[in-house]
């Protein structure tokens, strides 16, 4: 009996291992197209050897920059300051026989020079085509012809679970090849508004980034951009660029050198359980739209603030990060269907999508007079001055100090605009007054605010 039992392991763990992925092919197939990226400048990058990460970017999302070397006839030597030159490395692969390569914006950020060298040795001076640092996506182009090249297939095929496998030069180590598996799509990272990053726990490191991600058909379905880290290197959590938005920013990078983005025209914030209650939703989903400017393409197509945005172009939008990505992908002078819900009741408007403009929104910061307090809330409000009220351009009134009370339950601050309260317009005192003293008691509500200069609802509930 102890026999047949052993037996009946053996058997099932060999039949586990023979199931396992065999990489040689796809890697002997695809591996010369993968090329090596190094740059010098003649002064240090703003991103050190220490890693130094730009402003706003947590320390646990970290680019894979790499460190600067010192010049290869000398590998001990130490940098002499800014004026020295130095080299970064990176990855990337060969999309075109005739010399064009992606890789990522952050490889080539500041650069004087780049150099790629192939996997037969061979190295080339390569010219920036155009580079995007809202996808960290670039362009090269070097002068050779019947290279070999990756083929490139589709990242909305993508299944979690699946096994991909990445080739880079992590640290250095040329032509490295690490495995893994898919563990989510669709990942929204602070500050990365427009790609819906790939997840996979397949060991990259600095100096894979721009580097391709395959699928078992060999071909290329992510960049390799980021990791999440608290050392530096790898934990575990690797993040790529799907190839279907890389491929659309390349277009666009070969014909023009730079990258229009679809702009709907609004702000937009998550749906949490209590403001899907106090707007009547049977579930927490949808970009919940807490600012519509003025002449905007969604503006112009009747969206108002208040509206939650479902789908677009008949896409679910589960989360308010789901929509930049979406948006973002169609071409100015578009049109896109939007199903919104407005006041519990599922709309559908057609928007013609415009193109995303380079400022945003400006801040008010002025005292105003004339208080008042709502001993219901718990809150002193002023009216808005005529400078703030052109600044914001919006009607309101200023919260200019919050005491126990729902509103600070609610999360209200010094200095917050309050613009509506349960989808009453507030353009004064009077209104506020008015619209506070017929709250219903016990039920959440929506209540929207400035703060800052940048729009969003919080839940308010009145326990009188």
């Known amino acids: ?6 037996s009946c392991l053996v058997f099932i763990s ?18 010369p197209a993968v090329v090596n990226i190094s740059t010098t400048q003649k002064q240090a990058s703003r991103y050190g050897g220490n890693m130094e990460l730009p402003q706003g970017v947590p320390d646990i999302f970290r680019h894979f920059f790499g460190a600067p070397q010192t010049p290869r006839s000398n590998p001990h030597s130490a940098p002499r300051g800014n004026s020295q030159q130095r080299s970064s490395l990176g990855s990337g692969f060969i999309v075109s026989k005739d010399g064009y390569i ?48 990756v083929e490139i297939g589709n990242s909305d095929k993508l299944k979690v679970g699946e096994w991909v496998v990445a080739i880079g030069s992590p640290f250095g180590f040329d032509y490295s090849v690490t495995a893994g598996i898919v563990s989510a799509k669709g990942r929204s990272l602070p500050n990365e508004n427009y790609v819906p990053f790939i997840q996979t726990d397949v060991a990259i490191n600095p100096g894979n980034s721009g580097g391709p991600l395959f699928n078992l058909d060999g071909e290329v379905v992510g960049i ?28 666009q990078l070969k014909e023009t050198g730079f990258v229009t983005r679809g702009w709907l025209g609004v702000a937009i914030q998550e749906v949490d359980k209590d403001l899907a209650e106090s707007f009547g939703l049977k ?21 108002k603030y208040g509206d939650i945005i479902t789908e677009f172009n008949g896409k679910p939008v589960i989360l308010s990060s789901d929509l930049p990505h979406l948006v973002g992908r169609v071409r100015p002078g578009s049109n896109a269907r939007l199903k919104v819900v407005r006041h519990g009741k599922t709309k559908m408007l057609t928007v013609k999508i415009g193109a995303l403009p380079q400022e945003g929104l400006a801040e ?24 703030q009220n052109k600044q914001l351009d919006t009607d309101g009134v200023l919260v200019k100090s919050v005491g126990q009370g729902p509103g600070a339950n609610a999360g209200l601050i010094s200095g917050d605009v309050i613009t509506m309260v349960y989808s009453e317009i507030i353009r004064n005192i009077g209104d506020f007054e008015r619209v506070i003293s017929q709250l219903p008691s016990g039920r959440l509500v929506p209540m929207r605010i400035v703060r800052r200069g940048a729009p969003m609802f919080i839940s308010l509930r009145v326990n009188d």
């Open 1 to 6: 009996m102890k026999y047949l039992l052993c």
């Open 14 to 31: 060999s039949a586990a291992l023979a199931q396992l992925p065999d990489f040689t092919e796809l890697v002997e197939d695809a591996g």
């Open 102 to 149: 992606l890789t990522n914006n952050h490889v080539i950020d500041g650069a004087d020079q780049i150099f790629v060298r192939l996997n037969d040795r061979r190295e080339f001076e390569a010219r920036l085509i155009g580079s995007d640092a809202s996808s960290d996506l670039a362009l090269l182009k070097i002068e050779a012809k019947y290279l070999p090249i």
């Open 224 to 251: 390799n951009s980021q990791i999440y880290t608290r050392s530096g290197g790898f934990m575990g959590l690797s993040f790529a660029i799907p190839m279907n938005v890389a491929m659309d920013v390349m277009d």
């Open 283 to 303: 579930k927490a989903a949808g970009a919940l739209v807490s600012q519509v400017v003025q002449n905007g393409p969604a503006g112009d197509a009747g969206v």
């Open 364 to 387: 008010a910061a002025h005292q105003p007079a004339n208080q008042v307090k709502s001993n219901r809330l718990g809150i002193e409000v002023s009216e808005l001055s005529v400078d």
